[in-house]
């Protein structure tokens, strides 16, 4: 059985920075694009970064020069690296990939930021 975990998450102050890490577990064949999402506080999931197997990415413009998102293959793993967090940053964030060509879900991990 497959999952994702993501981590890192927590209470930051507004221009702090936060790195949350998705890991992959399970009986991995291959792993293809994957992303992160995020949904606050009335809000609908958003598409928040994407990365390709090859390491192209992209980015919400809201998050654009602030976001970085990047993987380690050998370590099953996708990190969203978060910069300059501002208030509306604040929600749940979910890593979502193609595994073993199946979509999952994480359960998402929590990014508040305030003072």
């Known amino acids: 059985q497959v999952q994702l975990v993501e981590s890192g998450g927590g209470l930051v102050q507004p221009g702090g920075s936060l790195r949350l890490s998705c890991a992959a577990s399970?009986?991995?064949?291959?792993?293809?694009?994957m992303q992160w999402y995020r949904q606050g506080p009335g809000n609908q999931r958003e598409l928040v970064a994407g990365?390709?197997?090859?390491?192209?990415?992209n980015y919400a413009d809201s998050v654009k020069g602030r976001f970085t998102i990047s993987r380690d293959n050998a370590k099953n793993t996708v990190y969203l690296q978060m910069n300059s967090l501002k208030a509306e940053d604040t929600a749940v964030y979910y890593c979502?990939?193609?595994?073993?060509?199946?979509?999952?879900w994480g359960q998402g991990t929590q990014v508040t930021v305030s003072s």
């Open positions: 979502s990939g193609r595994v073993n060509f199946a979509t999952y």
């Open positions: 990365i390709t197997t090859g390491g192209t990415t």
């Open positions: 399970g009986r991995i064949l291959q792993i293809d694009d």
